[in-house]
């Protein structure tokens, strides 16, 4: 019998014990972030979208050979000896044209490790990660502004990758 | 409700129609009124539920339709299942399976026909009002034991027994607490029960005497059960048998189930505030603050007080074991309104 009036007053105890934490709960601000209206600030180097100042870009390939899945394909031909000579922004000159700089967002990993071997430090991940789209092929992003200016641009190979 | 058949006599020629003209007229007036309140009142608890237990887990809840912290957010959702096609399982019982969520609403809004929302807004005053209340209030359980059975999957089934073998255990200490507050009044009339306890918040019976102050809590523990609340909804836990006995329906019958669900959760939040919490009368006694408030405002003030109550312990409590809830209802609840029917009725002899 006293076990019984024990339990009982146990239950009720617990009872509103439950029910103050439960009251403090309801008055703590909430930790919901109204996402699309609020956003995070991304952190300093968080790795995201890649992104390619093509005006730097010497078009050595050298991110391309240290991408593990091969999401970047790279196209480049010599420049003429008679065109004026060009130069990135921390002055290395540039003696490469860069036909075709795509990435295939879709294959990158985000491991960041095509961006240490850039020498230009041209080749960047940014913080943007809304980059849903409708087509999966707009997942490729072309960088490359130059087009082939000799004759033996190799077509088949430039559109092997779009 | 008694103040519509008084609008109605101020139509013209009103009076030189046949009294059972008269009589439907009224009874499909009062019909509409108290659907359209019981649908406003459900829309309005479905958000208050769904902002009081993500406040309560630290979240915000709805947030975009209608602008306001989601207000719109339950109307949206019932225009959706109501467009949403009405699927009849081949297995089922269909007759019973199509009757059965609008069998769980009717004991819910048939009740409300006795309650009495202020002065003069009610249907009707039955002189055995609360009598009443506890009768059509059971029939839900016959329309969960058929939603159970009909839908011929073991988990409904499931579901419709426990609900049936909890409801019915629970009805007992709900009745029997309500009997503390009969004895005192003398009339099982809802309006003379409240009648009885006008005139400011000493005189409600929730604070007259212990007894009925310990009888409220039995009588509020025993309806949170009968309305199939947490910690009391084995019969539709989740975790255990998908949705219980409506896990079958969709669309606009299930849309019935959870009018049913809340519009019961209002009706024994309405109850208690007619019985222990002196429905519509005044709070602050009457030369304080004379007619302060309308007495409909406060009633529903007062119901949806009792409403948040439920909500906050079904954030903050588990889910009882079969065998825990029969222990609650038999061992517990049970002697406990016995001795406490004894205690109200000597006071009342003797004092």
């Known amino acids: ?162 | 409700m008694e103040s519509i058949a008084q609008l109605l006599r101020l139509m013209p020629k009103y009076d030189t129609l046949p009294g059972l003209t008269q009589a439907i007229i009224s009874v499909l007036l009062s019909c509409i009124v108290i659907f359209a309140l019981l649908a406003l009142a459900v829309l309005f608890l479905v958000w208050m539920e769904r902002k009081v237990s993500a406040h309560i887990q630290d979240r915000l809840g709805p947030m975009y339709v209608g602008g306001w912290h989601g207000w719109a957010q339950t109307l949206a959702d019932a225009l959706k299942l109501l467009l949403k096609e009405d699927i009849v399982p081949a297995a089922t019982d269909k007759l019973l399976f199509k009757m059965a969520p609008f069998i769980v609403f009717l004991g819910a809004f048939a009740a409300f026909v006795v309650v009495p929302f202020g002065a003069s807004s009610f249907v009707t005053d039955l002189n055995i009002g609360v009598l009443y209340i506890v009768a059509v209030g059971s029939l839900s359980v016959i329309g969960i034991i058929m939603a159970g059975w009909a839908s011929n999957n073991k988990y409904s089934l499931y579901g419709g027994m426990r609900a049936a073998a909890q409801i019915i255990s629970y009805e007992i200490p709900s009745a029997i607490a309500i009997m503390t507050v009969i004895i005192p009044v003398g009339s099982l009339s809802m309006v003379d029960i409240v009648n009885a306890q006008k005139g400011g918040f000493q005189h409600w019976f929730l604070f007259r005497n212990p007894f009925i102050f310990l009888a409220f809590i039995v009588y509020f523990v025993a309806s949170l059960a009968e309305v199939n609340r947490t910690p009391f909804d084995i019969p539709e836990a989740e975790s255990e048998l998908v949705a219980g006995y409506h896990t079958e329906y969709s669309g606009m019958r299930f849309a019935f189930f959870f009018l049913a669900e809340y519009a019961n959760m209002f009706l024994v939040a309405s109850v208690a505030t007619t019985l222990f919490l002196g429905g519509w009368t005044q709070v602050l006694p009457s030369s304080i603050a004379h007619q302060f408030i309308p007495g409909p405002i406060l009633f529903f003030l007062k119901a949806l007080l009792l409403i948040f109550i439920q909500m906050w312990l079904r954030w903050s409590l588990p889910r009882l074991r079969v065998d825990q809830l029969m222990y609650l209802s038999w061992k517990v609840l049970l002697p406990i309104s016995l001795v406490l029917v004894l205690g109200v009725g000597l006071l009342t002899v003797y004092w």
């Open chain 1, 1 to 162: 019998m006293l076990t019984y009036f024990k339990n009982l007053g146990l239950g009720v105890v617990t009872v509103l014990n439950s029910m103050r934490v439960a009251w403090r709960h309801l008055f703590t601000p909430s930790v919901t972030l109204q996402y699309p209206t609020v956003k995070w600030k991304m952190p300093e180097r968080s790795r995201m979208r890649l992104f390619n100042k093509i005006d730097d870009c010497i078009g050595c390939s050298a991110c391309a050979r240290a991408c593990p899945t091969k999401c970047i394909t790279i196209q480049s031909e010599k420049r003429g000896k008679d065109e004026p000579e060009i130069y990135a922004s921390d002055g290395t000159v540039i003696k490469l044209r860069t036909v075709v700089y795509d990435i295939d967002m879709t294959l990158c990993c985000y491991c960041a490790l095509c961006t240490f071997p850039c020498p230009t430090k041209c080749l960047v991940m940014t913080g943007e990660y809304e980059y849903a789209v409708y087509d999966k092929n707009d997942h490729i992003y072309h960088f490359a502004k130059d087009k082939p200016m000799t004759v033996k641009a190799p077509k088949e190979q430039s559109t092997e990758k779009a």
